[in-house]
């Protein structure tokens, strides 16, 4: 059947496949391991679709890869679940609401775009943006149990890089990370994704709460498309096949709340959008399945802005049901405030804009130093939610410039009537009576 598994020896070599499609008697093998040493002839030996997953705390502050297997020479890991890579079908009406708010040590998205325990959020961005300097900075700081972490498709020197500049100690020691590169048959990509998240969902089913931050949701899309175009799935959109679409829901939807007495999955899942399109296929379906977006802008990476989160781009779905109203206001205050300033930029650049015109764009340029700080954070600098929503409303509560002014103007002191002048006796009260004589 479809998704069982199979192993292909020839005497020399041995190498596991699964079935990923089948034309009238003719079933076709996708390997998960490179291909060096088959030929025809070889013996296909069906082995099931049961298998024994690598789960457990063993698994803690180590690096696996799409079969569990160790990557950084601690030895083996022996405990052993017997679970699918597919995961259990949760009923929607048994899964918890969203309803706590998880710190995820960044002042910018604690107090714009507040995450819900168990939301799924899509990070969009480019190449070379930062994304996974903001992903490690997420894997220390954020209110979590344990972290797992999918390495899916990205380059074999950044795996390293990611674990020991960007994780560290503080970050491994309670982190499982699945790393499958980007020169891994299409097939192992494709098994790691599904691997972490059957990971997350072994702790969640403890009672856990769990961070999932899988980078890339873009190259398990293309891993997918590899494999369908090569048994024949014509392209539809841009390239890629329908299942392609078909198969992004089915791992997303995995993430999220369990049911009652179980723990939850808080997920990141990074989405390249390539030549920083937002239109891009893969990017739009994700932004439609998922609970909320933070978009990386190339332009504010240029500057220095780090993160360099878009925060007019981006938004969070489960905030409103987060978040009290005056902590929503203040966040669109704010976003108000910098949309506004962006809109007029040129302007107050090149010196054309007067201040007195408009009010708002008064206020921006004035709090425009405190609002680029706030939006801003060190790789080493953790900031807590409190502090966060407590930075936010003094920005928003800062008098704006024009009352500022207003108040430190001199009082004009009230005019007192003049008493009136007691007139000589026997004078008239006609103007005409009034004159003086020559």
């Known amino acids: 059947m479809v998704g069982d598994r199979c192993q292909i020896e020839d005497g020399r070599s041995r190498l596991e496949a699964e079935v990923v499609g089948f034309d009238d008697d003719k079933v076709y093998l996708m390997p998960v391991q490179p291909m060096r040493g088959l030929r025809a002839g070889a013996t296909v030996t069906p082995l099931g679709s049961a298998s024994h997953l690598v789960m457990g705390d063993e698994l803690l502050g180590r690096v696996v890869n799409a079969f569990g297997e160790p990557l950084d020479n601690r030895g083996p890991i022996h405990q052993r679940v017997l679970a699918s890579l597919n995961g259990e079908y949760i ?57 797992v972490v999918g390495l899916i498709g990205e380059r074999g020197r950044e795996v390293k890089e990611f674990i020991d500049e960007i994780l560290g100690q503080e970050g491994m020691a309670r982190s499982v990370v699945v790393a499958s590169p980007a020169d891994d048959a299409p097939l192992m990509r494709l098994r790691a994704a599904q691997y972490c998240t059957a990971i997350a969902e072994y702790f969640r089913s403890q009672g856990r709460n769990v961070l999932l931050l899988m980078d890339s949701l873009t190259r398990y899309a293309q891993a997918q498309r590899e494999i369908a175009l090569a048994v024949g799935e014509p392209p539809a959109t841009k390239g890629y096949p329908p299942s392609v679409f078909a198969k992004l829901p089915q791992l997303v939807e995995r993430a999220g709340n369990g049911a009652d007495g179980s723990g939850s999955i ?28 933070v978009v990386l802008a190339r332009r504010l990476a240029e500057q220095g802005h780090y993160p360099a989160i878009d925060i007019e781009a981006s938004i969070s779905r489960a905030m409103p049901q987060l978040v009290p109203e005056a902590h929503l206001k203040a966040a669109q205050r704010l976003k108000q405030l910098w949309a506004k300033y962006r809109s007029s930029e040129d302007l107050v650049a090149i010196g054309a804009y007067q201040a007195g015109s408009d009010a708002m764009i008064d206020e921006a340029i004035a709090k425009l130093p405190v609002i680029q700080s706030y939006l801003q954070q060190g790789l080493k600098e953790k900031v807590d939610l409190p502090t966060s929503i407590q930075s936010l409303h003094a920005i928003i509560n800062e008098p704006s410039p024009a009352a500022q002014q207003e108040a ?31």
Do not use: W
């Open 91 to 147: 009923n929607p009406l048994h899964r918890k609401p969203i309803s706590e708010t998880v710190d995820v040590g960044i002042k910018a998205i604690n107090g714009m775009l507040t995450v819900g325990r168990g939301q799924r959020l899509g990070l969009f961005a480019g190449s070379g943006v930062g994304k996974s300097m903001l992903l490690g900075m997420m894997t220390k700081y954020t209110d979590v149990d344990i972290c």
């Open 266 to 293: 808080t997920a990141f899942y990074t989405v390249l959008t390539e030549g920083d399109d937002q239109q891009d296929p893969v990017a739009d379906s994700a932004r439609a399945i998922l609970d909320g977006h």
């Open 408 to 438: 430190r103007a001199p009082q004009n002191p009230q005019r007192q009537p003049q008493a009136a002048q007691p007139r000589p006796p026997g004078q008239a009260n006609s103007p005409l009576a009034q004159k003086q004589p020559r």
